[in-house]
């Protein structure tokens, strides 16, 4: 009697799910800079990820706006998954426990590599239907990633379902997804870092990201007169300062970068400016620190220059935290000061 009753089920049993549709690796040759991309292709959905848009903001270029790229990037495997910049987690004011434990475990370089975090970490992701030519001229959606322009990565967000769902409404897209500086990386606040041009960073990276899509989106299929930027939280703000940045000026070789602007849950958000009181102690807390003690107080931008930009990671994440805790909610979002 139980035997009957198992036979029907063993045809469940032994069934394999359906792999996902796969198609050869698609390749797209990337005109400025030079660059040949390898992608996947995986249920009618081309991806790109990774692809670089700016020299590394390391060393020299540490706490300074994002440099285009210069010279051939050669092959790129867009394969993996991108990097995330550096995350803050947690807040390690000692007043929230247990948070402030989690806070300074996760905020060690340790466990951001684990993460896959790092700052080399200036990339753009971009997604097509299967098969687009480059003379496609698809309209081109521009997601920025929210977080509280404290942590938030493009591996979050992967925009193969909305890519699909455009192809089921006959009203196909490309999918652009950049990677920006969060936290203390991409907006330290300080008089001296507004003296030295260096304010803002994220939203920097963020508009240099939409630079290489006006230059590169075409060898995808994607029209770059037809780019609509897209954000959340932190990245609907983004969208609101895009607009605002250099007094609404988005031109770019001569073309707007965009055409529209969507923000979900983010729009106009009270800032201070880059060099208030609360920004400058969270700058000057940075530079009196032990590692610092042994040298000279910075005392002007030329200083900042050659110190900052050789600052150790582990205290810019630490001085984010410190600055997330001690003001205002999402204390990072400033404006760019002229």
């Known amino acids: 009697m139980k035997l009957t009753i198992l036979l029907p089920l063993i045809p469940l049993a032994l069934a394999v799910p359906a792999p996902l549709e796969r198609r050869a690796n698609p390749t797209v040759i990337a005109p400025s800079p030079q660059a040949t991309v390898a992608g996947t292709s995986i249920a009618n959905v081309e991806s790109f990820k990774g692809i670089p848009y700016a020299q590394p903001p390391i060393d020299q270029l540490r706490l300074?706006?994002?440099?285009?790229?210069?010279?051939?990037?050669?092959?790129?495997?867009?394969?993996?998954?991108?990097?995330?910049?550096?995350?803050f987690f947690f807040s390690i004011d000692e007043r929230n426990i247990p948070t402030n434990v989690l806070g300074t475990i996760l905020n060690l370089p340790l466990l951001q590599t684990v993460t896959n975090a790092g700052e080399d970490c200036l990339t753009v992701n971009v997604q097509r239907p299967a098969g687009t030519k480059a003379d496609a001229k698809l309209p081109v959606l521009f997601w920025i990633f929210g977080g509280g322009f404290e942590l938030g990565s493009t591996a979050m967000y992967d925009g193969a379902s909305l890519v699909a769902e455009s192809v089921a409404q006959g009203k196909?897209?490309?999918?652009?997804?950049?990677?920006?500086?969060?936290g203390g990386f991409g907006f330290m606040p300080g008089k001296e870092v507004l003296e030295d041009g260096s304010a803002n960073l994220g939203l920097l990276d963020q508009r240099l990201g939409l630079q290489w899509v006006a230059d590169n989106i075409a060898a995808f299929g994607?029209?770059?007169?037809?780019v609509t930027i897209w954000g959340e939280s932190a990245g609907a703000i983004s969208v609101l300062d895009q607009m605002m940045l250099y007094d609404g000026d988005n031109s770019y070789k001569g073309k707007p970068l965009f055409r529209a602007g969507i923000m979900n849950s983010g729009s106009i958000v009270p800032a201070d400016p880059v060099d208030c009181p609360k920004?400058?102690?969270?700058?000057?807390?940075?530079?009196?620190?032990?590692?610092?003690?042994?040298?000279?107080?910075?005392?002007?931008?030329?200083?900042?220059?050659?110190?900052?930009?050789?600052?150790?990671?582990?205290?810019?994440?630490?001085?984010?935290?410190?600055?997330?805790?001690?003001?205002s909610s999402m204390p990072q979002i400033l404006f760019l000061v002229s």
Do not use: M
């Open 279 to 327: 920004g400058q102690a969270i700058y000057d807390r940075v530079s009196s620190y032990s590692y610092w003690r042994k040298r000279r107080t910075i005392a002007n931008h030329h200083r900042l220059s050659k110190q900052l930009d050789a600052l150790a990671p582990p205290i810019l994440w630490h001085a984010s935290v410190q600055f997330h805790t001690r003001n």
């Open 64 to 87: 300074k706006p994002p440099q285009p790229l210069t010279s051939s990037l050669g092959k790129v495997d867009g394969t993996g998954i991108p990097k995330a910049c550096p995350q």
């Open 172 to 182: 196909p897209i490309v999918f652009v997804a950049v990677n920006y500086r969060v």
């Open 222 to 226: 994607g029209d770059p007169e037809k």
